[in-house]
T-cell receptor, first 114, second 119 residues
Framework: DQQVKQNSPSLSVQEGRISILNCDYT??????FLWYKKYPAEGPTFLIS?????DKNEDGRFTVFLNKSAKHLSLHIVPSQPGDSAVYFC?????????????FGDGTTLTVKP | GAGVSQSPSNKVTEKGKDVELRCDPI?????LYWYRQSLGQGLEFLIY????????KSGLPSDRFSAERTGGSVSTLTIQRTQQEDSAVYLC?????????????????FGSGTRLTVV
């Protein structure tokens, strides 16, 4: 039973448009969520996180929305840039203190076309 | 060093052999994590070291997997009697301390990983 699901394995958007990456989770104990970006042959890099006490967190071009009732979160990137092309992982944990032991989704490969 | 260093970057081994994967965390980072990423899947937590505390081994998939962290710094992940399903990228991450660390910089730095292929 996969507790964190990223149902879209890939997404392609035009430069300048909005990229929306989706993530669903099933474990109601999860209350801390993170997004990572991964380029080929590199380790993941942290992008943005959100605690369940919030429904939105924004950092520059990146905004994460959390819908607790639907157990759904999304990452919005606007405007999208070609350098954003990477694999994006959604991760969830029960309490931020356990974030290093997060459960990860399988990732969505984002391609931003110039 | 400036980042988390993992070696080797690639390892091909025969089924049944033992392998050792090394992680050099950022100097001063007390928390160290090992993950595994199988093809087309997300990261799977394996083991967590925090300072001098007993490691959290709850993610290790079998008793063929073990890890050590010597002197609170370098860590070695050992896989005994490797199987083909062990083929994956093994990633190490370190942080100044475990847990959330702030709004803009979560503080976990990942290495580039070791790609293990068991043939």
């Amino acid at each position: 039973d996969q507790q964190v699901k990223q149902n879209s394995p890939s997404l392609s958007v035009q430069e300048g448009r909005i990229s929306i990456l989706n993530c669903d989770y099933t474990n109601s104990m999860f209350d801390y969520f993170l997004w990572y970006k991964k380029y080929p042959a590199e380790g993941p890099t942290f992008l943005i996180s959100i605690s369940s006490i919030k429904d939105k967190n924004e950092d520059g071009r990146f905004t994460v929305f959390l819908n607790k009732s639907a157990k759904h979160l999304s990452l919005h990137i606007v405007p999208s840039q070609p350098g954003d092309s990477a694999v994006y992982f959604c991760a969830a944990s029960a309490r931020s203190a356990n974030a290093g032991k997060s459960t990860f989704g399988d990732g969505t490969t984002l391609t931003v076309k110039p | 060093g400036a980042g988390v260093s993992q070696s080797p970057s690639n390892k091909v081994t025969e089924k049944g052999k033992d392998v050792e994967l090394r992680c050099d965390p950022i100097s001063g980072h007390t928390a160290l994590y090992w993950y595994r990423q199988s093809l087309g899947q997300g990261l799977e937590f394996l083991i967590y070291f925090q300072g001098n505390s007993a490691p959290d081994k709850s993610g290790l998939p079998s008793d063929r997997f073990s890890a050590e962290r010597t002197g609170g710094s370098v860590s070695t992940l050992t896989i005994q009697r490797t199987q083909q399903e062990d083929s994956a990228v093994y990633l190490c991450a370190s942080s100044l301390r475990g847990g959330g660390q702030g709004r803009h910089n979560y503080g976990y730095t990942f290495g580039s990983g070791t790609r293990l292929t068991v043939v």
